[in-house]
């Protein structure tokens, strides 16, 4: 069955499918920028060197959330702060850095940091990542945390799917025959 739309109908159509194609594509720039800083910084280190680093302070930041206007839930997202020294011909350094992203979270990030805790406790030195062409640039978890970036993932594909699908619409569907 053909229904007959008329050219004004069609052009609030488009309006419409224009707006939620804008915000679509708001989705995808932020999704897209997002995903990229996660996926960047590990592929940039996959040749850099592991060494030992002593440990110098750590701490386990703190962040709590509500789920709810009225504050009905509240969770606890935790991020290790950590400060560490290692040498490189001969040359001291000192680093900061132990993720790509610093990301909260009760799992991964939290039991990370209760084991640099007890490895300060002990004395026990760390591997840690250090970039050959910088040496003051180092890291701790040099890879992806696949636990944050499969949320970001599929966010990623779900908006690149959507605007896709509206610019389908727009280009093939919404025309006005005469």
């Not at 229904?3 to 488009?14: D, G, H, L, W």
């Not at 290692?86 to 132990?98: A, D, L, N, P």
């Amino acid at each position: 069955m053909i229904t007959e739309v008329s050219s004004a109908e069609i052009r609030k159509a488009r309006l419409g499918v224009y707006f939620v194609a804008i915000i679509a594509l708001i989705f995808v720039i932020v999704f897209s920028i997002k995903v990229s800083k996660g996926v960047v910084g590990p592929i940039s280190a996959l040749n850099w060197v592991p060494k030992n680093a002593t440990l110098i302070n750590v701490s386990i930041d703190e962040m709590t959330t509500t789920t709810t206007r009225d504050n009905r839930s509240q969770y606890t997202l935790y991020t290790p702060r950590i400060l560490y020294k290692y040498t490189v011909s001969g040359q001291e350094y000192i680093g900061r850095k132990v993720t790509w992203s610093d990301t909260y979270d009760d799992g991964f990030m939290r039991e990370l940091g209760y084991e640099l805790k007890r490895k300060l406790a002990a004395d026990v030195p760390i591997e840690i990542h250090v970039n050959p062409s910088n040496a003051a640039e180092s890291i701790v978890v040099k890879n992806i945390i696949w636990e944050h970036m499969s949320k970001l993932l599929v966010g990623f594909i779900i908006s690149w799917a959507v605007f896709l699908w509206l610019a389908y619409v727009l280009i093939f569907k919404l025309k006005h025959k005469k």
